[in-house]
């Protein structure tokens, strides 16, 4: 559910390294927290909400949070911004009769551009940080492999409702132990399952 976009990926002085998992939504200091936090805690009660999300949430971090997708959409947006910088930075600079707070923090496109390696830079740390956050927040196994191999009639595989990314000859994707998981295959029509065969042990 997204809420306040504007204080992610390094702005405002985020840090990666901080636990926002465990200080913003589970362990949250208010009294009366926001409905979507009291929603998100009710549902990370539950052992079966719990499993989804965390399957979903390391989904999402190889494929849509992936650091390659979130490092080639901050280069996207750079470079569909960079020619209006110079004039948008020139229009809000403060003039006599303007307040100060109405101003930009920009000066220049330098300023700008500090700002984009700002969120670049969080962008390739924070991966790491937040697995540790959801291994510890949740108190679960070291994370494996999964790994399926391609077959005849086989277009995709889904781990709770999210296809997992295609690497060479199949499917694989980082995942915490010791939690169950509905794993789903989309076949091609006119194909069926006859069953699973575990080749890595």
């Known amino acids: 559910i997204p809420y306040d976009m504007d204080g992610i990926l390094g702005t405002s002085g985020r840090r990666p390294w ?12 208010i009294k009366r927290p926001p409905l979507f936090v009291s929603m998100m805690q009710a549902l990370l009660k539950e052992p079966r909400g719990r499993e989804r999300f965390v399957h979903r949430y390391t989904t999402h971090l190889q494929t ?10 901050i280069d996207d947006k750079q470079a569909l911004l960079a020619p ?3 004039r948008h930075i020139a229009r809000w600079q403060p003039t006599e009769t303007s307040s100060p707070k109405s101003a930009l923090p920009h000066r220049s496109p ?24 959801l291994q510890a927040s949740f108190k679960l196994g070291a994370p494996a492999t999964l790994r399926v191999d391609a077959a005849p009639g086989l277009l995709g595989v889904e781990a709770e409702g999210l296809a997992l990314p295609r690497r060479g000859g199949g499917w694989d994707a980082r ?25 890595s042990g």
Request: charged letters at 20%; hydrophobic letters at 50%.
């Open 18 to 29: 901080v636990n926002t998992l465990h200080g913003k939504i589970l362990y949250l200091p």
């Open 175 to 199: 995942f915490f132990t010791r939690l169950p998981m509905r794993l789903t295959l989309r076949l091609a029509k006119g194909w069926h399952l006859a069953g699973w065969e575990n080749h």
């Open 64 to 73: 849509t949070l992936s650091r390659a997708r979130l490092l080639g959409v």
């Open 110 to 133: 330098a300023d700008w551009l500090a700002e984009v390696q700002v969120l670049r830079a969080f962008a390739g740390a924070r991966h790491e940080h937040v697995w540790d956050d």
């Open 84 to 86: 209006e910088m110079v």
